[in-house]
């Protein structure tokens, strides 16, 4: 990736700053923000790998001092996303290929499960809440909005993993939905894939209705293997 491009425009410095110092409806602290922020920088490529975090320099850019920048640092290296090197910095170590293929091939378990918990705690509100995701998602692919079509595909994943009832597996689950959006936006914004996870989703969200938990485990399992299949193709 191009150094320069990997850089955040002035633009979007500007908006950060003002949403950090506004508070822009953020429910999490100070530190919570800024570990977000970096969190996200790091895993859309907007620092390289092997770049060093600067406190300074990135307190400057969020209007933040530098201590809730080295407390979101060192969370960040407990996830793995950044080495701290004594005496030396911080630099990022980031998502490789192989933790991306990890991921997902942990999410085809995981999210099977969650499926299939969530035929057991189901209402019809989320039934319908899901169906309408669904339905937009047909419109947006048709359409190739494809940023659409990304935030779409988060919301009906993430009604699952609110229904499952299970605090833990919705976080992990969370947590690597995050992890590898940035490859998901480039798997979505091909029609064909687009409109197989439709259909998936579709079949999916069936097996929640009829309560049937060993088929809606099943087909979740083999959504996510198609993924991985489709990122192959894809050369991710």
């Known amino acids: 990736m191009d150094k320069e491009k990997s850089k955040l425009t002035e633009n979007e410095i500007v908006s950060e700053r003002k949403s950090f110092q506004n508070g822009a409806a953020d429910q999490y602290s100070l530190r919570g923000r800024v570990f977000n922020q970096l969190r996200e920088d790091i895993l859309f ?15 400057s850019r969020l209007g933040v001092s530098r201590t809730p920048v ?3 640092i060192r969370q960040l290296e407990l996830e793995g996303l950044v080495a701290i090197v004594p005496n030396k910095g911080a630099y990022v170590t980031g998502i490789s290929e ?11 378990y995981l999210e099977g499960l969650c499926a299939r918990w969530a035929c057991e705690h189901i209402t019809k509100e989320k039934l319908e809440q899901l169906e309408e995701i669904i339905y937009l998602s047909e419109f947006h692919t048709e359409k190739g909005h494809w940023e659409q079509v990304v935030e779409l595909d988060n ?23 995050h992890y590898v959006e940035r ?39 083999e ?7 489709n990122l192959n193709r894809c050369g991710l």
């Open 45 to 59: 490529g907007k620092y390289e790998k092997g770049e060093e975090l600067r406190e300074i320099t990135i307190g």
């Open 70 to 72: 080295r407390e979101a």
């Open 98 to 108: 192989k933790d991306i293929h990890d991921i997902y091939h942990i999410r085809s």
């Open 155 to 177: 919301k009906f994943h993430e009604t699952i993993y609110e229904v499952c009832e299970s605090k833990m597996l919705e976080h992990i689950l969370r947590d690597f939905h």
């Open 183 to 221: 490859v998901r936006r480039i798997s979505l914004a091909q029609e064909a894939r687009a409109k197989h996870s439709n259909t998936e989703h579709k079949a999916i969200l069936e097996a929640i209705r009829t309560k049937d938990g060993v088929l809606a485990e099943k087909l979740a399992h």
């Open 223 to 229: 959504h996510i293997i198609q993924t991985i299949d």
